[in-house]
């Protein structure tokens, strides 16, 4: 059976999130707003990662079951949030995050973005060599906001710029233009990033 690549409607993202929350999965499996930053990453990584390898590293499984009516249907809403990620990026769509693009923390003392960019960095960090193959100083230009957002490392100048909460939301608020950025760049290398930062090489803890 193909997979769909439309959006995922509210209620099976309400039904994905409880699930991923649910003691169904791995204390260490994803959450939806973390899933959503990894299969981000995953649509734009210069090197395909084979659907077993990364089905694993989101639901912390390994192997991945579905054993039942119920997990094949979930692992089924992944694929297709996946197929759609990659078509908003070939296809230079916008990319709706399922956050808001800010480092302040909501009612529930919680910053959504963070975990969001956690999520992204995961992905990341499991295939640090290839994403910064070529064009090292560009790819960790673009990732600037992204390591800011993640909070995975005690570097002494990103802490500072957390400091100043107005250039942190400005850095925050081109995540959704750098998505496409850091596509383009990994395939139309004569293109620059936009970025106005020259940032450094991301490093850090996998998980959060």
């Not at 995953?42 to 054993?67: D, R, T």
């Not at 620059?192 to 959060?208: F, L, T």
């Amino acid at each position: 059976m193909s997979i769909s690549s439309d959006p995922l409607t509210d209620g099976q993202i309400d039904q994905l999130d409880a699930y991923l929350l649910s003691d169904k999965v791995q204390e260490e499996a994803l959450d939806y707003i973390a899933l959503h930053g990894y299969l981000c990453a995953l649509a734009i990584s210069p090197a395909p990662m084979p659907e077993h390898e990364w089905l694993e590293q989101v639901m912390a499984e390994n192997p991945v079951a579905e054993n039942n009516s119920e997990r094949h249907e979930i692992i089924n809403l992944i694929r297709q949030e996946f197929a759609f990620l990659r078509e908003c990026l070939e296809s230079d769509q916008d990319i709706d995050l399922p956050c808001d693009l800010t480092l302040e923390l909501d009612q529930e003392d919680d910053c959504l973005l963070e975990y969001w960019a956690q999520g992204f960095m995961e992905l990341i960090f499991s295939q640090e060599d290839i994403w910064f193959a070529e064009q090292e100083e560009d790819v960790a230009e673009c990732l600037l906001p992204f390591m800011l957002a993640a909070k995975l490392d005690e570097d002494a100048e990103l802490e500072e710029l957390r400091q100043q909460p107005e250039f942190c939301q400005q850095l925050c608020e081109q995540i959704p233009e750098l998505l496409q950025d850091l596509y383009l760049l990994f395939r139309v290398p004569a293109d620059k990033p936009k970025g106005g930062y020259s940032g450094k090489k991301a490093s850090g803890p996998k998980k959060h």
